[in-house]
C-alpha cells in the first residue's frame, strides 16, 4: 500500500537557520502531496501542497517540489524563525486509487528553532 | 478557519469504560475522518464517513465504532477503553477529497487517557 516516510527528529536550528525536511513516498497511483504543520495544543494546518510530477507547492517562507523520479517531497526553508517551531508531517492522498480523500502521514518531525 | 469543535478537549477514563467523542462541524462538508495521533506513527485513519450513515473502516479501526445521524456530527466511541487507546484523537473534514484544492481540515483534537 501507500506509505510516507519522513526523517526522524528533532530537528533543533538557530534562529535564520536554513531548513530542510526529507519526505520520501510510495504510491501505486499517482498521488497528490501535502504538508501539514502542528503547533502545539492545536491541530494540523495544510502548509503546501502539490498535486502533480515537477509542482512547487509554497507558503510562509516554505517550498516543496513534488520530485517523482525520486518519490520525494522535501521541505525546506531559507530562514526559519523561532515562530516555526512545530511539528512537520508529510501527506499524501490518491485519488486514482481511493475516492474519499483518505491522508497517509508519515511519523512527524518536531522542528525546535532557538533564539 | 474551518468550523470544526470537537468534545471534549481531554478526558480521563478507566480501563473497560465506554468512551464517546464528537466532532461537530458548521461547514456543511459531506467527508468527515477520525485520526489518532501517536508517537512515531503521525496520524492513522480510524473510520471515515462519506455522508449522513454512510461510514466505513479505516486503518486502525478495531476497538472503535462510528455514527453519522447528522451532517454536522460525526461520533466516535470506545465501546470498552483498553490503555492502547491512549491517544490524541483528530477529526477532520473534507468537501471534496477526490479534489486537492479542499484539502482536509482539522480539528483542535482530543486528548484522551485510559488508566
Known amino acids: 500500500g501507500d506509505s510516507v516516510t519522513q526523517m526522524e527528529g528533532p530537528v533543533t536550528l538557530s534562529e535564520e537557520a536554513f531548513l530542510t525536511i526529507n519526505c520520501t513516498y510510495t504510491?501505486?497511483?499517482?498521488?497528490?502531496l501535502f504538508w501539514y504543520v502542528q503547533y502545539p495544543g492545536e491541530g494540523l494546518q495544510l502548509l503546501l501542497k502539490?498535486?502533480?510530477?515537477?509542482d512547487k507547492g509554497s507558503n510562509k517562507g516554505f517550498e516543496a517540489t513534488y520530485r517523482k523520479e525520486t518519490t520525494s517531497f522535501h521541505l525546506e526553508k531559507g530562514s526559519v524563525q523561532v515562530s516555526d517551531s512545530a511539528v512537520y508531517f508529510c501527506?499524501?492522498?490518491?485519488?486514482?486509487?481511493?475516492?474519499?480523500?483518505?491522508?497517509?502521514f508519515g511519523a512527524g518531525t518536531q522542528v525546535v528553532v532557538t533564539p | 478557519d474551518a468550523g470544526i469543535t470537537q468534545s471534549p478537549r481531554h478526558k480521563v477514563t478507566e480501563t473497560g469504560t465506554p468512551v464517546t467523542l464528537r466532532c461537530h462541524q458548521t461547514?456543511?462538508?459531506?467527508?468527515m475522518y477520525w485520526y489518532r495521533q501517536d508517537p512515531g506513527h503521525g496520524l492513522r485513519l480510524i473510520h471515515y464517513?462519506?455522508?449522513?450513515?454512510?461510514?466505513d473502516k479505516g486503518e486502525v479501526s478495531d476497538g472503535y465504532s462510528v455514527s453519522r445521524s447528522k451532517t454536522e456530527d460525526f461520533l466516535l466511541t470506545l465501546e470498552s477503553a483498553t490503555s492502547s487507546q491512549t491517544s490524541v484523537y483528530f477529526c477532520?473534514?473534507?468537501?471534496?477529497?477526490?479534489?486537492?484544492?479542499?484539502?482536509?481540515?482539522f480539528g483542535d483534537g482530543t486528548r484522551l487517557s485510559i488508566l
Open positions: 477532520a473534514i473534507s468537501e471534496s477529497p477526490g479534489k486537492p484544492n479542499q484539502p482536509q481540515h
Open positions: 504510491a501505486t497511483g499517482y498521488p497528490s
Open positions: 502539490a498535486t502533480k510530477a515537477d
Open positions: 501527506a499524501l492522498s490518491d485519488p486514482t486509487t481511493d475516492s474519499w480523500g483518505k491522508l497517509q
Open positions: 461547514e456543511n462538508h459531506r467527508y
Open positions: 464517513s462519506y455522508g449522513v450513515k454512510d461510514t
